[in-house]
């Protein structure tokens, strides 16, 4: 019974170079989504996917950030040209449609720019 | 602005206290949640409420959509709840999950 997993689980990256995270959501969970976790901050919301639909785009921090769901099942988050302030924890988390379900979350990828 | 807020930020108690964690959002909300996160692990989904109340063992979660507020309950406290507990909600208008900034919780033994 896998869950959701992500990939790397730490990478350690110079500013400037660009990024690539990855997510494997739970076989059949049509919704997924991307968050950001700084130190000592909350949660924040990045990207939505929900099946074939648009995603919504509407928290990604700059057009650095980019992140594509292939088939419908595995996504990547891509940043370029990495900033210090990206440092921080992302976490991806996969749902099955409908308001009323629960997220999983990943483990999430630790990212830090040197 | 932060659409949630959570009190306290930390909390320390004796093995054994009942414990409140306290929610307030200011959007129109569809679901809200409430998750735990232990240090360096990952976060885990305890709750997810629309109205009412729910339990889980030693876990209860109350909301109110009118004063738009939610509680989460620990009774019995144990050393191994120490962890972070965050309340989401999701917006109605929208796709978007909002998060608090996070209790943290240490049972002291």
């Known amino acids: 019974g896998a869950g959701v997993s992500q990939s790397p689980s730490n990478k350690v990256t110079e500013k400037g170079k660009d990024v690539e995270l990855r997510c494997d959501p739970i076989?059949?969970?049509?919704?997924l989504y991307w968050y950001r976790q700084s130190l000592g901050q909350g949660l924040e919301f990045l990207i939505y996917?929900?099946?074939?639909?648009?995603?919504?785009k509407s928290g990604l921090p700059s057009d650095r950030f980019s992140a594509e769901r292939t088939g419908g099942s595995v996504s990547t988050l891509t940043i370029q040209r990495t900033q210090q302030e990206d440092s921080a924890v992302y976490l991806c988390?996969?749902?099955?449609?409908?308001?009323?379900?629960?997220?999983?979350f990943g483990p999430g990828t630790r990212l830090t720019v040197l | 602005k932060n659409e949630v807020e959570q009190s306290p930020q930390n909390l320390t108690a004796q093995e054994g206290e009942f414990i409140t964690i306290n929610c307030s959002y200011s959007?129109?909300?569809?679901?809200l949640h409430w998750l735990q996160q232990h240090p360096g692990g990952g976060i885990v989904s305890l709750f997810m409420?629309?109205?009412g109340k729910k339990k889980h063992g030693r876990l209860i979660a109350t909301i109110n959509i009118q004063e738009k507020h939610s509680s989460l309950h620990i009774t019995a406290s144990h050393p191994r709840d120490s962890a972070v507990y965050i309340c989401?909600?999701?917006?109605?208008?929208?796709?978007?999950?909002?998060f608090g900034t996070g209790t943290s919780l240490t049972v002291i033994p």
């Open positions: 409420l629309s109205s």
């Open positions: 076989s059949g969970h049509t919704a």
């Open positions: 959007v129109g909300i569809s679901a």
């Open positions: 989401a909600v999701r917006s109605y208008t929208g796709n978007q999950f909002y």
């Open positions: 996917f929900q099946g074939n639909s648009a995603p919504d």
């Open positions: 988390a996969s749902r099955l449609p409908g308001s009323y379900n629960e997220q999983f």
